[in-house]
Nanobody, 118 residues
Framework: QVQLVESGGGSVQAGGSLRLSCAAS????????MAWFRQRPGKQREGVAT???????TYEDSVKGRFTISKNDGRNILYLQMNNVKLEDAAMYYC????????????WGQGTQVTVAS
């Protein structure tokens, strides 16, 4: 049974930093494509960052230079380091996983909420 459990959300001041974690079980981060998505109030869910089994990251334009996706394959944990957080980063953040690059993300966590105070 695959489980993705996010943690690390909370309230952060604009300009501050936060690190999200996603503990994976039933899959291994060394073989799966992993990603962070977010859903802002009134908006559709959007991709934030991805990381492939080899550790190569991609980022959505608005977070480039501020967010860093990484993983610890030994512990099966995915991270999202969020620096210089902006008001518009407030959202529910979800961890996701898929096995093949050309398929939709199949496994999803329950999400962790990030709020940003001005």
């Amino acid at each position: 049974q695959v489980q993705l459990v996010e943690s690390g959300g909370g309230s952060v001041q604009a300009g501050g930093s936060l690190r999200l974690s996603c503990a994976a079980s039933g899959i291994t981060t060394i073989t799966y494509h992993m990603a962070w998505f977010r859903q802002r109030p009134g908006k559709q869910r959007e991709g934030v960052a991805t990381i492939d089994p080899a550790g190569r990251p991609t980022y959505e334009d608005s977070v480039k230079g501020r967010f860093t996706i990484s993983k610890n394959d030994g512990r099966n944990i995915l991270y999202l380091q969020m620096n210089n957080v902006k008001l518009e980063d407030a959202a529910m953040y979800y961890c996701a996983a898929k096995y093949r690059v050309r398929e939709d993300f199949r496994y999803w966590g329950q999400g962790t909420q990030v709020t940003v105070a001005s």
